[in-house]
């Protein structure tokens, strides 16, 4: 079955980047959306954004738009999310997630990544 | 963007009783919702998707009804394992959007 494994918690001092990686194993890479979101702790579910391998097309949440990079490796079925201008605010659990329907760059998602502990401090 | 309403924030339910989980949209998502459950320290599990279709491997306890803006997430007889949070997304719109979540907590 697909699974999802996120890349290693990272702290990160305030106003750099952070880049987390997805890899996605037993499906076919190209052909369904991965989203990413996060959640702060003690919060709820952000949606920050997605992709679809399959065309390369992109959708931010306008709160990221400006900071939030979202790209896609087939060679190696992995996507990867990189923020960058990091505040103490975007200290959060970052989760990838897989769309369910193929060939469509939305959710709902059934399989999620491990999550992603990205702390900000300095 | 659609704002989710979910109520109440905590719901207190003795186990084997039937939880009611609400949700709302600030605008019509037709049936573009989907419901997840939450445990401490996992990832969220899809649990419902089309308002109404039940993810691959979910019991048949959980049930989902609406279209519109109102919508609501049904478990006929609670499990120890279904105490955890709820949250309802809309995937009728970009950006999506996420409800604050339902607390489910043993009564």
């Known amino acids: 079955q697909v699974q999802l494994v996120q890349s290693g918690a990272e702290v990160r001092k305030p106003g750099s980047s952070v880049k987390v990686s997805c890899k996605v194993s037993g499906g076919t890479f190209r052909n369904f959306g991965i989203s990413w979101l996060r959640q702060a702790p003690g919060q709820g579910l952000e949606w920050m954004g997605g992709?679809?391998?399959?065309?390369?097309?992109?959708n931010f949440a306008q709160n990221f738009q400006d900071r939030l990079t979202i790209t896609a490796d087939e060679f190696t079925s992995t996507a990867y999310m990189e923020m960058r201008s990091l505040t103490s605010d975007d200290t959060a659990v970052y989760y990838c997630?897989?769309?369910?329907?193929?060939?469509?760059?939305?959710?709902?998602?059934?399989?999620w990544g491990q999550g992603t502990m990205v702390a900000v401090s300095s | 963007e659609i704002v989710m309403t979910q109520s109440p924030a905590t719901l207190s339910v003795s186990p084997g009783e039937r939880a009611t989980l609400s949700c709302r949209a600030s605008q019509s998502v037709s049936s573009n919702l989907a419901w997840y459950q939450q445990k401490p320290g996992q990832a969220p599990r899809l649990l419902i998707y089309d308002a109404s279709t039940r993810a691959t491997g979910i019991p048949a306890r959980f049930s989902g009804s609406g279209s519109g803006t109102e919508f609501t997430l049904t478990i006929s007889s609670l499990q120890s394992e279904d105490f955890a949070v709820y949250y309802c997304?809309?995937?009728?719109?970009?950006?999506?959007?996420f409800g604050q979540g339902t607390r489910l907590e043993i009564k």
């Open positions: 997304q809309q995937f009728n719109d970009w950006p999506i959007t």
């Open positions: 992709i679809l391998p399959l065309f390369g097309t992109t």
């Open positions: 997630a897989k769309g369910v329907h193929p060939a469509a760059a939305r959710p709902p998602l059934d399989v």
